[in-house]
């Protein structure tokens, strides 16, 4: 009689253990070589504005965002200038099926505030980090982290 109330409790203990943890790894960060050598530009600006859309698909709520930057430099890309304005999309997502989610990626992580000066890692008709799909020429945020905080701007100390 012992024994399977010993089997009982270990199941239980096992099922109580996966659902606490978490049920699906996130893509991991790349690191700032990683970010400079997948991007096809890189400028450092201010977000003047972002512009959402969400929608359900299948089990997950997905948020698309294109962020209004004005850019202040360019340190990588041709066809960009300072002064001129670039529109960054990149996407987050939640899930709402039922049960645990699995495996993927919520998106992007360290989204910016309109406002807020930002160094951004773009992808135009290029791998960005998450697929290749992008071939309409516009500008996708690289990787899940390809927002990063700009260098000083002129005149800031660090």
Request: glycine fraction near 12%.
């Amino acid at each position: 009689m012992r024994r399977p109330l010993t089997l009982l409790l270990l199941a239980g203990l096992s099922a109580l253990a996966l659902a606490l943890c978490p049920a699906a790894p996130e893509k991991p960060d790349l690191d700032p070589a990683q970010l400079r050598e997948l991007a096809t530009h890189v400028v450092t600006g201010e977000v003047r504005a972002i512009y959402e859309r969400t929608e359900a698909e299948g089990s997950w709520q997905v948020t698309r965002r294109v962020a209004e930057l004005a850019v202040e430099s360019v340190e990588k890309g041709e066809g960009i200038e300072p002064g001129s304005l670039v529109y960054a999309r990149y996407w987050t997502r939640r899930w709402t099926g039922w049960g645990a989610m699995p495996p993927s990626t919520g998106g992007h992580r360290g989204l910016p505030d309109e406002g807020q000066r930002v160094r951004v890692h773009l992808a135009r008709d290029a791998y960005d980090g998450f697929t290749d799909e992008n071939r309409d020429g516009g500008y996708n945020v690289i990787g899940a982290n390809g927002f990063a905080p700009p260098p000083p701007a002129p005149g800031e100390g660090r």
